[in-house]
């Protein structure tokens, strides 16, 4: 790749976002859910590529990376630090907690005060940090209080163990809920072009300026595949490209975290950072019909 490449392929072509008002990044992150074993399970086949695909990220501008405790459960977090600690400067690595894994492809939830302060605890331990700049709730539990679990992560922040509480896969009445406890800095659910089940919690971010993390950008239906495959084709770019930068598009605080454990994946996926959708473009993809929703991330 020369030079002039170098300069176009850069995470900062997405422009940047402040999220909580002061830790500012670039609006095209990474997620880190897939360098781990399959069934988000273990150890990756390849750690080398995973780890190659981590400090690549960060070469080409990525100060944005998301994980979890339950993407291992534990790989994830430690396979970051392994790579990239000591961090540099403006590193904002967030975090989740809220699931247990019996095995591979398997979670269950446990959102108790007692587990996320565990959980956090090894987050902390596993990432080499005192404090996690953004911890999220990965799910509300149905089999415990939300406020309680919301007051935990609170009393957390209180100690500085957290800069900053975030949720994930939750609703507007969530949200309202927990803001009554503690400011809420970011939002992660499900939605892309195709899957626009949270399409009034993005609006709504946008009126309280909170983050907006989305996650499963492509969408699962066919017919948004397909949509998307004529855009792409006729823009002689990928089909996620195209789909990370409908999102770009759609709000100045959505924050996409596209995953991937190869180098070549990563790179394409940051070219999107400098691809502009027309109007046209845009509003055909915004026209396709949703798929179901459905929780993790």
Same mark, same amino acid.
């Given at each position: 790749?020369?030079?002039?490449?170098?300069?176009?392929?850069?995470?900062?072509?997405?422009?940047?976002?402040?999220?909580?008002?002061?830790?500012?990044?670039?609006?095209?992150?990474?997620?880190?859910?897939?360098?781990?074993?399959?069934?988000?399970?273990?150890?990756?086949?390849? *750690?080398?590529?995973?780890?190659?695909?981590?400090?690549?990220?960060?070469?080409?501008?990525?100060?944005?990376?998301?994980?979890?405790?339950?993407?291992?459960?534990?790989?994830?977090?430690?396979?970051?630090?392994?790579?990239?600690?000591?961090?540099?400067?403006?590193?904002?690595?967030?975090? *989740?907690?809220?699931?247990?894994?019996?095995?591979?492809?398997?979670?269950?939830?446990?959102?108790?005060?007692?587990?996320?302060?565990?959980?956090?605890?090894?987050?902390?331990?596993?990432?080499?940090?005192?404090?996690?700049?953004?911890?999220?709730?990965?799910?509300?539990?149905?089999?415990?209080?939300?406020?309680?679990?919301?007051?935990?992560?609170?009393?957390?922040?209180?100690?500085?163990?957290?800069?900053?509480?975030?949720?994930?896969?939750?609703?507007?009445?969530?949200?309202?809920?927990?803001?009554?406890?503690?400011?809420?800095?970011?939002?992660?659910?499900?939605?892309?072009?195709?899957?626009?089940?949270?399409?009034?919690?993005?609006?709504?971010?946008?009126?309280?300026?909170?983050?907006?993390?989305?996650?499963?950008?492509?969408?699962?239906?066919?017919?948004?595949?397909?949509?998307? *495959?004529?855009?792409?084709?006729?823009?002689?770019?990928?089909?996620?490209?195209?789909?990370?930068?409908?999102?770009? *598009?759609?709000?100045?605080?959505?924050?996409?975290?596209?995953?991937?454990?190869?180098?070549?994946?990563?790179?394409?996926?940051?070219?999107?950072?400098?691809?502009?959708?027309?109007?046209?473009?845009?509003?055909?993809?915004?026209?396709?019909?949703?798929?179901?929703?459905?929780?993790?991330?």
């Amino acid at each position: 790749m020369n030079t002039n490449e170098e300069q176009i392929l850069s995470a900062a072509g997405a422009g940047t976002f402040a999220i909580g008002g002061e830790l500012t990044v670039n609006r095209l992150g990474y997620g880190a859910m897939r360098i781990t074993g399959a069934g988000v399970w273990g150890s990756p086949p390849d *750690k080398a590529a995973s780890m190659a695909t981590l400090r690549r990220a960060i070469e080409l501008g990525v100060n944005l990376i998301d994980t979890a405790d339950s993407y291992g459960p534990g790989t994830s977090e430690e396979l970051i630090a392994e790579a990239l600690y000591p961090y540099p400067a403006g590193l904002v690595v967030a975090t *989740k907690g809220g699931w247990e894994r019996p095995g591979p492809g398997q979670w269950t939830h446990n959102a108790s005060p007692e587990h996320l302060t565990e959980a956090l605890e090894g987050s902390l331990k596993r990432l080499r940090l005192d404090r996690i700049d953004i911890y999220q709730l990965h799910a509300p539990d149905n089999a415990v209080s939300f406020e309680a679990s919301v007051e935990t992560l609170a009393r957390l922040r209180e100690q500085n163990k957290i800069r900053h509480v975030a949720l994930s896969n939750v609703t507007r009445e969530h949200i309202e809920r927990a803001r009554r406890i503690v400011p809420i800095v970011s939002v992660q659910n499900r939605y892309s072009f195709a899957d626009r089940e949270s399409d009034f919690i993005v609006d709504y971010c946008e009126q309280s300026n909170i983050a907006f993390l989305p996650w499963a950008p492509l969408g699962q239906a066919k017919e948004a595949h397909d949509a998307i *495959k004529k855009v792409a084709n006729d823009l002689d770019v990928t089909p996620l490209q195209v789909a990370l930068a409908w999102l770009l *598009k759609r709000s100045k605080l959505i924050l996409p975290i596209p995953g991937t454990s190869s180098v070549k994946h990563l790179e394409e996926n940051i070219a999107a950072a400098g691809l502009e959708l027309s109007q046209a473009a845009y509003d055909k993809l915004a026209a396709v019909s949703h798929a179901p929703a459905s929780l993790r991330g």
